[in-house]
């Protein structure tokens, strides 16, 4: 604003004196400024530097205003320069920060960035869902970009929950709460459920504890910060096989024959409706290698589901499978057209 106050004054100033050296100019013997216009087109080629010499004043006067003609160009342009420079940066930077916001849609955000929301951000990315991230650490957000560059990161203050639209946060898949004390962690899941009550909200949280306080609070999920690495260090100690198992079942598929976990909803148009339970097991075992460890049915899993039980829309199932053969239970699952 300062600037553009001293831009427009030089503006005046620069015009009242060409207009002054056509006053001194037009009447005089041999001058080649004899009309306002021309005085214009001298203050326009002093001022780009180009300089033609087909005007130029003739009098004295009209040459110490023509001097501070020149020395005002410089003046002008460097402030238009600044000015631009400036301007150019100043969006620039709005977009590194997500100030303008995003459209995509079904994407996973991460709230809050460290060493653990990186590893799980790496899974994510690898099983090829979008992310972003909602953070307030210049620092975490260039770390993120450095990582993820073709990813959506907004940069503001987490307390502004109101904020989070830019993100899209209405329409994203989940959201990962993930701050450094469970203090805060209670607050924001509580915040967010308040403005966005439709959003499925997953929370880290280091006191086991504080675990049905953060559902009963809103959140859909809760991870122990701690759980799936001890739990997995127990493991390799009594039943070193159960932990390669569960490590390489967790983790996300990247090659075809990785080994994943899965789960496909039942769609309307999907081939499995109306089969019963342990018709879909041998099937999928049988067809695809695939095998059925679980559902969850209205909304609740079942790790012991009943033989007969037949499968409806809506339901989902729980697979473990080769990357290779997540298309074909795509397809089977009504998911993707043939």
Same mark, same amino acid.
């Given at each position: 604003?300062? /600037? ?88 620039? !930077? ?11 849609? !079904? ?10 929301? $990186? ?6 990315? /690898?099983?090829? !869902? ?8 210049? !620092? ?26 830019? @993100? ?5 898949? *989940?959201?990962?709460?993930? $701050?450094?004390?469970? @203090? ?5 899941? &509580? ?33 122990? $910060? ?23 079942? *967790? ?10 976990? @899965? ?5 309307? /148009? *999907?081939?499995? &409706? ?25 909304? $609740? ?9 037949? &499968? ?5 199932? &729980? ?20």
């Amino acid at each position: 604003m300062k /600037n553009q106050k001293y831009l427009i004054i030089g503006i005046i100033i620069y015009f009242l004196l060409v207009y002054a050296i056509f006053l001194f100019e037009v009447n005089a013997p041999g001058a080649n400024i004899t009309s306002y216009s021309k005085a214009l087109w001298y203050s326009v080629v002093t001022l780009t530097t180009v300089g033609y010499g087909d005007c130029y004043p003739v009098t004295g006067q009209g040459k110490i205003l023509g001097l501070f003609v020149i020395l005002g160009s410089l003046g002008i342009l460097g402030i238009l320069i600044g000015e631009v420079t400036y301007k150019f940066n100043s969006y620039m !930077e709005k977009k590194k920060n997500g100030f303008f916001g995003t459209d995509i849609k !079904e994407h996973n955000i991460i709230i809050g960035w460290n060493s653990y929301a $990186r590893q799980v951000a790496n899974e994510v990315y /690898n099983a090829e !869902e979008q992310i972003s991230l909602i953070t307030d650490s210049k !620092e975490d957000l260039e770390d993120f970009r450095s990582n993820f560059p073709d990813s959506y990161a907004l940069f503001t203050d987490l307390r502004d929950i109101e904020s989070y639209n830019k @993100a899209n946060i209405v329409e994203s898949k *989940s959201v990962f709460i993930n $701050r450094n004390n469970d @203090a805060d962690t209670l607050v924001q899941t &509580i915040n967010i459920r308040q403005i966005y009550p439709n959003i499925n909200i997953i929370v880290c949280c280091y006191n086991n504890e504080l675990q049905n306080t953060l559902i009963s609070s809103g959140a859909n999920h809760v991870v122990l $910060r701690s759980a799936a690495s001890s739990r997995i260090v127990a493991s390799y100690l009594f039943e070193p096989f159960v932990a390669d198992v569960t490590r390489d079942i *967790s983790s996300t598929a990247i090659k075809d024959d990785d080994s994943d976990m @899965a789960q496909f909803c039942i769609k309307e /148009n *999907s081939e499995l &409706i109306g089969s019963s339970f342990l018709d879909v097991f041998i099937k999928l075992r049988k067809e695809y290698n695939v095998t059925l460890v679980g559902m969850a049915i209205d909304g $609740r899993v079942n790790k012991n589901v009943n033989n007969d039980y037949k &499968i409806k829309k809506g339901d989902y199932i &729980i697979v473990v499978l080769m990357k290779k053969c997540n298309n074909t239970i795509l397809k089977i699952t009504g998911n993707k057209e043939e």
